[in-house]
């Protein structure tokens, strides 16, 4: 449970729940590579990483 919640509290997905209504009304996803994302966060993707496999 931990790790998801480290997940959920990461600033990528606050974002993308502070883009909603533009997701729902255009029907496009709020960040377009979550994995070119991660790339560039080496210390999310772990959290990541830790959520997928735990």
């Given at each position: 449970?931990?790790?998801?919640v480290r997940l959920v509290g990461l600033p990528v997905f606050w974002k993308s729940w502070g883009k909603l209504?533009?997701?729902?009304?255009?029907?496009k996803p709020a960040v377009s590579d979550i994995f070119?994302?991660?790339?560039?966060?080496?210390?999310?993707?772990?959290i990541f990483d830790a959520r997928a496999t735990g």
């Open positions: 449970m931990r790790a998801y209504e533009e997701v729902v009304r255009s029907g070119a994302y991660f790339e560039e966060h080496p210390l999310e993707t772990e």
